[in-house]
């Protein structure tokens, strides 16, 4: 069984997939991680001298030829599953991971690993794979699709709390502007941009809990 799960940052996608991919005896793949980590190699090969902000200096630096060819090398190198930490989940890499995944020759460069993982998972049940482009390019065939939203400021609200736990200073007004931001960045951009299926199960989980966001897509699954 394939299961596809698309959705807006911090949407709650990541824990509904996990969550089901553990009721049903899947694994789970977490897509967004092997953007993370290009961008963060990116940041320890000194591709970013650059200013905090991410501004133009560094679209720019990123966009060069010569940094795409390495990019890409470091994409083609990452072994599955990357192991989560929390410097991948920091808010300088969450912005320049939608940078580098905006890169065509990027996403090319992880298609395969992440098609592989869904056809090849390890428990042989079934993956259940989290990220933009899981229905739409990666996974069309997938079993079920579904598709998570959240309004910006209960998302922002939600990843304020995660970010409380591990000691980081965000303001909530930060997180709501990197997110806004992000989600433009992914789902206007030309390559895989996020976009709802008409074959995906919608949910707004803007006034759900992890619960009940999990029970309504169990039950869409079992009919
Ligand atoms: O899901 P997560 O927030 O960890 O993803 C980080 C970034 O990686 C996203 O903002 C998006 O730009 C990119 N991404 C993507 N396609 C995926 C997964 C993540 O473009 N399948």
Same mark, same amino acid.
């Given at each position: 069984?394939?299961?596809?799960?698309?959705?807006?940052?911090?949407? *709650?996608?990541?824990?509904?997939?996990?969550?089901?991919?553990? !009721?049903l *005896? !899947?694994? #789970?793949?977490?897509?967004?991680?092997?953007y993370?980590a290009v961008?963060l190699e990116?940041? @320890? #090969?000194g591709?970013s001298?650059?200013d905090d902000?991410?501004?133009?200096p560094l679209?720019k630096?990123?966009?060069?030829?010569?940094? @795409?060819?390495?990019?890409?090398?470091?994409a083609? *190198?990452?072994?599955?599953? %990357?192991?989560?930490s929390?410097?991948?989940?920091?808010?300088?890499?969450?912005?320049?991971a939608a940078i580098?995944?905006?890169?065509?020759e990027? @996403?090319?460069?992880?298609?395969?690993?992440?098609?592989n &993982?869904?056809? $090849?998972?390890?428990?042989k049940?079934?993956a259940v794979?989290?990220?933009?482009d899981i229905?739409s390019?990666?996974?069309?065939?997938?079993?079920f699709k579904? &598709?998570?939203?959240?309004?910006?400021?209960?998302?922002?609200?939600?990843r304020?709390?995660?970010?409380?736990d591990?000691n980081?200073n965000q303001?909530?007004e930060t %997180?709501?502007?990197?997110?806004?931001?992000?989600?433009?960045?992914?789902?206007? @951009?030309?390559?895989?941009?996020?976009?709802?299926?008409?074959?995906?199960?919608?949910?707004? $989980?803007?006034?759900?809990?992890?619960?009940?966001?999990l029970?309504?897509a169990?039950? #869409?699954?079992n009919?």
């Amino acid at each position: 069984m394939k299961i596809a799960i698309d959705g807006t940052a911090a949407s *709650g996608k990541g824990t509904l997939a996990k969550r089901l991919a553990e !009721c049903l *005896g !899947c694994d #789970y793949l977490d897509t967004g991680l092997l953007y993370r980590a290009v961008a963060l190699e990116a940041l @320890r #090969y000194g591709l970013s001298s650059l200013d905090d902000n991410f501004n133009d200096p560094l679209t720019k630096k990123l966009f060069e030829k010569s940094t @795409r060819i390495e990019l890409t090398t470091i994409a083609l *190198g990452l072994a599955l599953p %990357i192991a989560d930490s929390p410097d991948l989940r920091s808010q300088k890499i969450s912005s320049l991971a939608a940078i580098v995944a905006s890169l065509p020759e990027i @996403r090319q460069a992880l298609i395969e690993k992440q098609r592989n &993982f869904a056809n $090849s998972p390890p428990s042989k049940k079934g993956a259940v794979l989290d990220g933009r482009d899981i229905g739409s390019v990666i996974l069309p065939e997938a079993d079920f699709k579904f &598709f998570i939203d959240a309004k910006p400021e209960i998302r922002a609200k939600r990843r304020f709390a995660e970010f409380k736990d591990t000691n980081s200073n965000q303001k909530q007004e930060t %997180i709501l502007k990197d997110l806004i931001e992000r989600d433009k960045r992914d789902s206007t @951009r030309q390559i895989a941009p996020l976009k709802l299926l008409t074959d995906a199960f919608f949910i707004d $989980s803007s006034s759900l809990n992890a619960d009940e966001v999990l029970q309504i897509a169990l039950n #869409y699954i079992n009919g």
